[in-house]
C-alpha cells in the first residue's frame, strides 16, 4: 500500500509485525535497522491514531444510549 493513512488497523498491525520480525530476524547494517524503526515508529503512531478514532466513536455511540 503506498499511502499508510489508507491501511486499516489490521493492515497496519500485520505490516508492524512483519517489520519487527525483519529486525529480530537479519543482521541489518545499523542505517538500515534505524529505517526500519523509523517506519515501524509511524505505523505504531498510525495504529494509536485508529485506536483513537474508534475510542471516540464509541464514546459518542454510549453517549447517545443513554438519552
Given at each position: 500500500?503506498?499511502?499508510?493513512?489508507?491501511?486499516?488497523?489490521?493492515?497496519?498491525?500485520?505490516?508492524?509485525?512483519?517489520?519487527i520480525g525483519r529486525m529480530?530476524?537479519?543482521?541489518?547494517?545499523?542505517?538500515?535497522?534505524?529505517?526500519?524503526?523509523?517506519?515501524?515508529?509511524?505505523?505504531?503512531?498510525?495504529?494509536?491514531?485508529?485506536?483513537?478514532?474508534?475510542?471516540?466513536?464509541?464514546?459518542?455511540?454510549?453517549?447517545?444510549?443513554?438519552?
Amino acid at each position: 500500500m503506498s499511502d499508510k493513512k489508507d491501511m486499516t488497523m489490521e493492515e497496519a498491525y500485520e505490516a508492524l509485525k512483519s517489520l519487527i520480525g525483519r529486525m529480530e530476524g537479519e543482521d541489518l547494517p545499523l542505517e538500515d535497522s534505524f529505517g526500519l524503526f523509523e517506519e515501524g515508529l509511524s505505523l505504531v503512531k498510525l495504529c494509536n491514531e485508529k485506536l483513537d478514532t474508534i475510542e471516540k466513536k464509541i464514546m459518542i455511540l454510549e453517549e447517545e444510549n443513554e438519552k
